[in-house]
């Protein structure tokens, strides 16, 4: 089994930061990409930030120069610095990963539980 298990929501003011973080556990021999969704209420989920396993990072444009997506390999970690939060980041996030279980296995996708991410006005 594998599981991505985040930490790190909560309830912040507008302009404030937070940290997510993610980590994977379990029956794992090779992460690949790694990345951070959200879900706001009566939204689709939609991407926030990834991560390939050699660093090359991506971002939401309404995100972009506000959160920082970054990984430890060795630690099988993935972490989301976010700054500068608006009311409008409002939602649950979630922790994604492809996983290779055993060398020879296809690349499978995993998703976390979901953490919750308030801001205030």
């Known amino acids: 089994q594998v599981q991505l298990v985040e930490s790190g929501g909560g309830l912040v003011q507008a302009g404030g930061s937070l940290r997510l973080s993610c980590a994977a556990s379990g029956s794992i021999f090779s992460i690949n990409a790694m990345g951070w969704y959200r879900q706001a209420s009566g939204k689709q989920r939609e991407l926030v930030a990834g991560?390939?396993?050699?660093?090359?990072?991506s971002y939401a444009d309404s995100v972009k120069g506000r959160f920082t997506i970054s990984r430890d390999n060795a630690k099988k970690t993935v972490s989301l610095q976010m700054n500068g939060l608006k009311p409008e980041d409002t939602a649950v996030y979630y922790c994604?990963?492809?996983?290779?279980?055993?060398?020879?296995?296809?690349?499978?996708?995993?998703w976390g539980q979901g953490t919750q991410v308030t801001v205030s006005s």
């Open positions: 994604n990963a492809d996983v290779r279980k055993l060398p020879l296995n296809p690349w499978a996708n995993y």
């Open positions: 991560i390939t396993r050699d660093g090359v990072t």
